[in-house]
């Protein structure tokens, strides 16, 4: 028995990609760029969080500025609360917050041509990036599932003095084999806006 399986962000075959929508952009606050940039991304598994963290800071940093990982301020897998944010910006003297997480995720199903009477039973989403949870059944002969998802993500930009929300963009990405290459697209994304719009950068 041989079941092909596509974890894909859009569909198998397709030409996928990224679009971005900018939701906010506040004059008041994006009229020069930011140096020093709390980063956080949120998601119910830990590692996913710590990964996208991670990714964001060393794009931002590639960049001549300076960004640091929520996580490896208040240590690993603790809860993100407005307090502890802002205690932390305070403390540490950020001049900017950037913030991420999935708004929206869909996914259909389709069986290919063949004989298989297969079924798909979802699974209800438990964490913020846990993308793909199905079971699957096999009844009688092989056939090939294809799972067709598009995630939209959310990112936003708050000034660190007064906490002003100043800059907002979501992206939906697609065609990505996992959730690695989903929070690297992201990561390129938020950082390719980010630079076009002069927030950051040399």
């Known amino acids: 028995m041989i079941i092909a399986v596509c974890l894909v962000l859009s569909g198998c075959g397709s030409t996928g990609g990224t679009s971005v929508k900018k939701t906010l952009d506040n004059p008041k606050y994006t009229d020069h760029s930011y140096s020093d ?3 956080i991304g949120v998601a119910g598994d830990y590692d996913n969080r710590a990964y996208f963290e991670r990714a964001m800071v060393s794009r931002i940093k590639a960049e001549g500025a300076t960004a640091t ?5 208040v240590g690993r897998n603790q809860p993100i609360t407005r307090s502890t944010v802002s205690a932390t910006v305070k403390s540490r003297g ?6 991420a997480r999935v708004i929206s995720q869909n996914a259909d199903i389709s069986v290919a041509d063949g004989t298989s009477d297969t079924k798909v039973s979802r699974k209800e989403a438990g964490r913020a990036i846990d993308l793909f949870r199905y079971d699957y059944e096999e009844l009688t002969e092989p056939g090939e599932i294809n799972i067709l998802s598009t ?6 930009m708050f ?5 002003a929300r100043m800059w907002a963009i979501e992206s939906t990405i697609s065609d990505k084999e996992n959730v690695g290459q989903l929070i690297e697209s992201a990561a390129d994304t938020i950082m390719a806006q980010l630079k ?7």
């Open 69 to 73: 990982a929520y996580y490896t301020v």
């Open 94 to 99: 950020f001049d900017a917050v950037l913030l």
């Open 159 to 163: 000034s660190g003095p007064d906490e």
């Open 151 to 156: 995630v939209t993500i959310s990112a936003e």
């Open 37 to 39: 940039i709390l980063v």
């Open 196 to 202: 076009k719009d002069k927030l950051i950068g040399r």
